[in-house]
């Protein structure tokens, strides 16, 4: 992209990058980030709020805040609803500049993932109707397991956050194929999830006994 490139002629990639550049300094609300990302669409903000999950950086409350955010916008598209956020939400303070650098660091495998989709690829699980609510609900269920209280756990919300980002490209750029593997991706999530709940359980099961014994 050049400088001179028109603002409606640039990739999603582009337009977050532009997003992430004019973050304000200190700290940023999700109203402002919402306000920065503008009339783009749902899922160009779902993105935004996505990327910065897909590296080990931790910053403190984003899961809860960027995570509530999404679930309000799959929401929002299931019932076809301009995108609502409670007060509360909207003014939650996140630091800049951590936030800043974990979104450019997630937003080189964004381009990475742009580069290889492809418009129109099975162009059936990209269609309005019955599709598109299947796929908005994933979107809702993804918002939900990248909320779930494993936080301090590794991949714990990076596996809902490839599944939210696959789903918003495959959106983006009605590619089937993208949103079939968002789809694959939350059932990764469900199963790594049931193993640590079920691992979790059997090593205070362990635990206990050893301890009564």
Known sequence: MT????ADQRSPADKLEAAI????????????VRDLVGSEGLMLLTAFLTIVFLVPVSVPGVS?????????????????????????????LVDTE??????????IWFRRLERISRPHRLSWAAADGPVRIVNDCA?????????????LIPFSNTFPAIALLFLAIGSLQR???????????????IAYFALLIGGGGYALVQFFQRLLN
């Open 64 to 92: 809860t805040v960027f995570g509530a955010g999404i679930l309000l916008i799959g929401v929002s598209r299931l019932f076809r609803l301009a995108l609502w956020l409670p007060k509360r939400l909207e003014r939650r």
């Open 21 to 32: 550049d004019a973050l304000p300094s200190g700290s940023v609300t999700l109203a402002e």
């Open 98 to 107: 951590r936030l800043r650098s974990a979104l450019r660091r997630g937003l």
């Open 3 to 6: 400088p001179d490139t028109p």
């Open 139 to 151: 979107i809702i269920l993804g918002a939900g397991l990248l909320m779930a209280p494993f936080g």
């Open 175 to 189: 590619d089937g194929l993208f949103i079939l593997l968002g789809h694959l991706s939350n059932l990764v999530t």
